[in-house]
């Protein structure tokens, strides 16, 4: 968004009442028009699917447990097969209420609080379960995440009264975690951004927060009420425990998701491969051209030479010393990009093919310009005008019939621990892209994905970063996008199909290779600016 609303407006006036409470990002702020749902297979009038009711899902942890990044994880997932999910962060509320650079009482927190800080809370509370309520009641919304602390057994009985007398189901979803270097790790990577530990060495301030944290909520009760619905993920997914969760599909669906997923930080690449001998193709087949191996070979040492580059700057930032994590590279099981990956099999790294990583099937529009295309299929382009994302031309797939064919690989995708790096083709890139990032599906057709540069997402509790790399020295000519990728409008070449390169490739001026060495550059996100006050929250 260009203009970030304050969560005190969130709180306080009325035409947001029953809006996210944080306005940062597409998984926060969800628009009504249904466009953030790239798999959803069918749609009601309501906007609730599976016939499975309204959910509340009570997050439950002290901080530095993931809680948050969890909320926002299965968010991102339950929106994208068109589950109406929102998230309601209490501390946002809590900041809200207690102004820019208030602070709550030392015994905010405690069960035998004072009764000036016992009514403080009660009108946080009430003010998020207000907002909760309106929205599974007016805007039709069907799984509202609370991310809060919920430490204590009995409230957690009372909550999930107070949501059945609303005709709410609810779902506790407990992150408890007890491993020390699990624990230092979140805290190194959400809290100590805080000016309270700045210069500080991150273990020593790790450390301090944990330990404010146990001193400013000295009381925490883990879930073992049986006559509730929980799940509790011990470690990051390492145990995972569910009781009485059976009511419905979504629920069902949420654990599944639950168990292929984890807190644990790591990075995913995404490029394109070399260019093949032949044009680019879904029918054909054919190996890379030589530029398309001297790309594979570049492209290589540049991701290699990047983790190296970072894991020494994480150390002299006065991070720990420790080693990479391992590199695992996934790619489809066309010829060019198992040869792009070949590379990387060679020194030694885990290759794994992915079929369902094929590529878009452009039907009988292949080879066709846009030209031709309008001339034969005047009716499919207007259509294709109107929804670029649904739209399929004949005999094709749709970006939305290729979101669901990716739906295993997202799965693979949260489940996996190691760096990864994916090879395959633009618009397959594209589409695994927009979930982690949270795109529109009107944005997902437009992405660019050049082949000279590599894209890395890093996760993060409220909302993932990525940063664009570049890769030096290769010829101009490898880089445009795929010639199947159908732009409107039609160009005024003139031509009726691409041109191939006698190497592979779309037609360029013959301009030398130049090699540059550019730093990664950072892809704009105002999202994380938005979120840098929550860097210290408690909740």
């Known amino acids: 968004m260009d203009t970030l609303l304050t969560a005190d407006i969130a709180a306080n ?9 944080t306005f940062i990002d597409g998984i926060h702020d969800v628009p009504e028009d249904g466009d953030r749902a ?19 899902i009570v997050m439950v942890g002290l901080p530095a447990r993931g809680k948050t990044h969890i909320a926002v994880s299965l968010a991102r997932y339950l929106q994208w097969l068109g589950v109406k999910t929102r998230i309601f962060h209490l501390g946002d509320y809590r900041r809200a ?3 820019q650079g208030g602070h709550v009482p030392e015994d905010y927190f405690y069960p035998n609080a004072s009764p000036s800080s016992v009514v403080l809370r009660q009108k946080i509370l009430k003010k998020c379960r207000e907002d909760i309520y309106g929205w599974l ?3 039709n919304g069907q799984v509202a995440i609370y991310d809060a602390v919920n430490p204590t057994a009995s409230g957690r009985r009372s909550l999930a009264k107070e949501f059945a007398k609303h005709d709410v189901q609810t779902l506790f979803l407990e992150s408890y975690v007890d491993d020390e270097n699990l624990l230092r790790e979140n805290a190194r990577n959400v809290k100590i951004g805080s000016p309270d ?12 927060y944990l330990t404010r944290m146990e001193t400013k909520i000295p009381t925490f009760e883990t879930m073992d009420e049986k006559e509730l619905n929980y799940i509790k993920m011990i470690n990051a997914g390492q145990t995972f425990f569910y009781n009485n969760v059976s009511f419905n599909y979504i629920s069902h669906r949420i654990v599944f998701y639950l168990t292929n997923t984890h807190i644990k930080s790591r990075a995913t690449f995404f490029v394109r491969p070399g260019t093949a001998t032949e044009e680019e193709s879904y029918k054909a087949d054919a190996p890379l051209s030589e530029e398309g191996l001297k790309y594979a070979k570049v492209m290589t040492e540049t991701v290699i030479k990047h983790r190296e580059q970072e894991r020494a700057s994480r150390i002299a930032e006065g991070g720990a010393d420790i080693p990479l994590r391992p590199l695992t590279v996934w790619c489809s099981t066309r010829m060019r990009t198992l040869q792009t990956a070949d590379v990387f099999k060679d020194l030694g790294y885990k290759v794994r093919q992915r079929s369902q990583m094929a590529q878009i099937n452009p039907g009988v529009c292949e080879r066709l310009s846009e030209r031709a295309i309008r001339r034969l299929y005047p009716e499919e382009v207007e259509k294709h005008e109107l929804d670029p994302y649904h739209h399929r031309y004949p005999r094709a797939e749709s970006y939305h019939d290729l979101a669901v064919r990716l739906e295993p690989i997202i799965l693979e995708l949260e489940r996996e621990q190691n760096d990864l790096l994916i090879i395959a083709h633009e618009s397959v890139l594209r589409v695994l892209y927009a979930y982690l990032m949270h795109c529109s599906t009107m944005d997902i057709p437009n992405l660019k994905f050049p082949r000279n540069e590599i894209i890395e997402v890093i996760p993060g509790a409220y909302q993932n970063d990525a940063k664009r790399i570049h890769i030096p020295g290769l010829d101009p000519r490898t880089v445009p996008g795929s010639p199947e990728d159908i732009r409107i409008p039609v160009p005024d070449s003139g031509t009726d199909t691409p041109v191939p390169l006698p190497g ?5 001026p013959a301009i030398p290779p130049i090699s540059i060495e550019k730093p990664p550059e950072k892809v704009v996100n105002t999202a994380a600016e938005a979120v840098r006050d929550k860097i210290a929250d408690e909740d």
């Open 38 to 56: 790239p798999a959803q297979l069918y749609s009601t009038m309501s906007g609730r699917l599976f016939h499975s009711g309204r959910i509340a």
């Open 13 to 21: 006036a009325p035409r947001y009442r029953r809006k996210s409470s």
């Open 137 to 139: 009641n007016h805007e």
């Open 504 to 508: 592979g490739g779309l037609s360029a």
């Open 197 to 208: 530990f700045a210069n500080m060495d991150p273990d020593e301030a790790a450390k301090l």
């Open 97 to 99: 209420t207690v102004g």
